[in-house]
């Protein structure tokens, strides 16, 4: 087993452990905003965003956690979200919760974040929560979400990083995981993508984007 299989499958085994005892009240409630201050509600508003830019088309949430953010989104968007996670308690929790919501029009699945079980151009709008900083390889995570935003919608990202890189040499620097880099870095990787950054706004240790793919044609 290569070292990026041995990482996931930690990560997974972490994150599925924690889900339903763990997460919502130590991670959500107080680590997200003690380190991003009014993260959460920044978050909230992020999927109002997402939902209006769908206008009833598919979106996309991963990692979807326990659908602590996603349930809001869901409540309010016509069509069909989908939230995948690669830890298995994740993805039960969060198909709990839309069942105890009443929530017919959010769908999870599990699934790897660099190989997505969907087709490319899937969803008009695309939400990576609070996640990407334990996903390994951020150059892959946001070259999958990309290929599966369709042409002009929107990829909405909150990441919580604790950056070294500035005080690295720049090849040191790409090496570091995503928790440890900086805004900067999080705007090269989007821009390798060719998608187009249009917000990036820092609260604390989180840092928010907005990032929309160019149109064909």
């Known amino acids: 087993m290569t ?9 997974a085994g972490l994150y599925s452990w924690a889900a339903d005892t763990l ?10 905003p003690l380190l991003g201050g009014d993260l959460n509600h920044l978050v909230l508003e992020q999927g109002a965003r997402a939902v209006e830019v769908a206008a009833g088309r598919p979106i996309l949430d991963m990692p979807v956690g326990t659908a602590y953010f996603t349930i809001e989104m869901a409540r309010r968007h016509s069509g ?3 939230g995948t ?6 993805v039960r929790e969060a198909r709990r919760a839309a069942a105890r919501a009443g929530l017919g029009n959010l769908v999870t699945v599990q699934a790897d974040a660099h190989a997505l079980p969907f087709a490319d151009g899937a969803f008009a709008a695309v939400l ?11 150059a892959a995570a946001i070259a999958e979400l990309t290929r599966v935003l369709a042409p002009g919608g929107t990829l909405f990202l909150s990441v919580v990083t ?8 720049t090849r040191a620097g790409k090496r570091l995981p995503t928790v440890l880099k900086s805004r900067g870095d999080i705007i090269a990787a989007l821009l390798d993508a060719h998608l187009s950054v249009t917000s990036a706004s820092g609260h604390r ?9 160019p149109r064909c044609g």
Do not use: C, H, W
Not at 206 to 212: D, G, I, Q
């Open 85 to 90: 996670d690669i830890a298995t308690g994740m």
């Open 23 to 32: 997460y919502e009240p130590i991670v959500v409630k107080r680590a997200f």
């Open 128 to 138: 990576s929560t609070n996640g990407l900083q334990v996903i390994p390889g951020l």
């Open 3 to 11: 070292s990026g299989k041995r990482s996931k499958k930690a990560i």
């Open 162 to 169: 604790l950056p070294l890189t500035a005080a690295l040499p």
């Open 205 to 213: 240790f989180a840092v928010l984007m907005e990032a929309t793919k």
């Open 80 to 82: 069909v979200v989908v």
